[in-house]
């Protein structure tokens, strides 16, 4: 779907890798494991699986539950041994990631243009919360959607519609920002207009289409919706 900025009324925004980085994930790593970097990719790439694989079984969990889950897969395929209160330690920093500097004034200027700003995520409402505090954007968004309320996981259709309805905006006339190529997918296939925000300046996926705009920071979005 090409991408029209003439159509949007609400920006909706995903969290985890878009707003905040999860690379923090592996500096809460590096004092406990041999290899961080590989523990903390496979945890990620885990995590994402298992929301996958829940949407089609029907065993829908609350995403901090998964992601405990997932830690504890990828520890024990790199054989580490942590203790209950390591784990919980790590799998804590999701809960105080590094925010993307430019977020907030990204967030600001669509604001000042007029646009609603949501946050549709996975995670569960108490990390939103605390993301949306850390981040510092509790003044710039309307509101969080989380998949708890319909305890179902991106990239499935039914969030994506759920969140054009907890926004009162028409689906098409939403366009949501995203770092995952999956998200990006699912909200394209929903109906949304797509902005790939490529924050590990990588390819985009050839097998999920074309997205609607890609950009390498809010400030292109801002850009894009409200003029340079």
Same mark, same amino acid.
């Given at each position: 779907?090409?991408?029209e900025?003439?159509?949007?009324e609400?920006?909706t925004?995903d ?14 790593l590096?004092?406990?494991v041999?290899d961080p970097?590989?523990?903390s990719?496979?945890w ?7 929301t996958?694989?829940a949407n089609? #079984?029907?065993?829908?969990? $609350?995403f901090? &539950?998964?992601n @405990?889950? %997932?830690l504890?897969y990828?520890?024990?395929?790199h054989?580490?041994d942590l203790?209950?209160t ?6 804590s920093?999701y ?16 604001r000042?243009?007029?646009y ?5 995520s ?9 993301m949306v ?6 003044d ?9 309320? #319909?305890?179902?996981?991106k $990239?499935a259709? &039914?969030?994506y @519609?759920? %969140?054009a309805?907890?926004?009162g905006?028409p ?7 995203a770092?995952?190529?999956?998200d990006?997918?699912?909200a ?6 797509s902005v790939?925000?490529?924050r590990?300046?990588?390819p985009w996926?050839?097998?999920a ?8 920071s809010?400030h292109?979005v ?5 003029g340079?």
């Amino acid at each position: 779907m090409a991408f029209e900025p003439e159509r949007v009324e609400t920006v909706t925004f995903d969290s985890y890798g878009t707003i905040v980085d999860v690379g923090a994930a592996e500096a809460a790593l590096a004092d406990l494991v041999a290899d961080p970097a590989s523990v903390s990719d496979l945890w990620r790439s885990r995590s994402l699986a298992y929301t996958f694989v829940a949407n089609y #079984v029907d065993g829908y969990r $609350p995403f901090y &539950e998964i992601n @405990r889950a %997932a830690l504890e897969y990828a520890l024990a395929a790199h054989g580490a041994d942590l203790t209950e209160t390591e784990r919980e330690g790590v799998l804590s920093v999701y809960y105080d990631l590094d925010v993307y500097d430019d977020v907030r004034d990204g967030m600001e200027r669509l604001r000042e243009a007029g646009y609603d700003c949501w946050v549709v995520s996975n995670g569960n409402p108490e990390m939103l919360e605390s993301m949306v505090e850390i981040a510092d954007i509790g003044d710039l968004v309307e509101g969080t959607v989380s998949a708890d309320e #319909v305890r179902t996981f991106k $990239p499935a259709a &039914e969030l994506y @519609r759920h %969140a054009a309805a907890r926004t009162g905006t028409p689906i098409d006339r939403i366009a949501h920002v995203a770092a995952g190529w999956f998200d990006v997918l699912g909200a394209t296939s929903a109906g949304m207009q797509s902005v790939w925000v490529n924050r590990a300046a990588g390819p985009w996926e050839p097998f999920a289409g074309d997205p609607g705009l890609v950009v390498d920071s809010f400030h292109d979005v801002a850009d894009e919706l409200c003029g340079v």
